[in-house]
């Protein structure tokens, strides 16, 4: 199974901007990708997805002309570039991979790194 980890998250006032990235330990390039985040309490949310071959980019209309997603085959290694950022943005962000095309649904991933925290300041 490919692990995943990723980095890049803190602290940042908001208006900033952070770049995540998640570096797998096997080739990335048959997968679809994704990002997704979680609050204390609340179940994990779609964040973005980039599709199997990196032709297609999916956003969750909260961080839509914010963030972008990016697949780096040759690297095995997908970001999230995060501008503009928001207190309501905080939250651990969660990398994961899935066999299908791209998915926005947590439950069609497969592995999933351990997340890495962003904190916004208002």
């Known amino acids: 199974q490919v692990q995943l980890v990723e980095s890049g998250g803190g602290l940042v006032q908001a208006g900033g901007s952070l770049r995540l990235s998640c570096v797998a330990s096997g080739g990335i390039f048959n997968y679809g990708m994704g990002w997704f985040r979680q609050t204390p309490g609340k179940e994990r949310e779609f964040v973005a997805a980039i599709s199997r071959f990196g032709g297609n980019t999916y956003y969750a209309d909260s961080v839509e002309g914010r963030f972008t997603i990016s697949k780096d085959n040759a690297k095995n290694t997908i970001y999230l570039q995060m501008n503009s950022l928001m207190p309501e943005d905080t939250a651990v962000y969660y990398c994961?991979?899935?066999?299908?095309?791209?998915?926005?649904?947590?439950?069609?991933?497969?592995?999933w790194g351990q997340g890495t925290q962003v904190t916004v300041s208002s």
């Open positions: 994961a991979l899935t066999a299908l095309v791209a998915s926005f649904k947590a439950q069609e991933y497969d592995s």
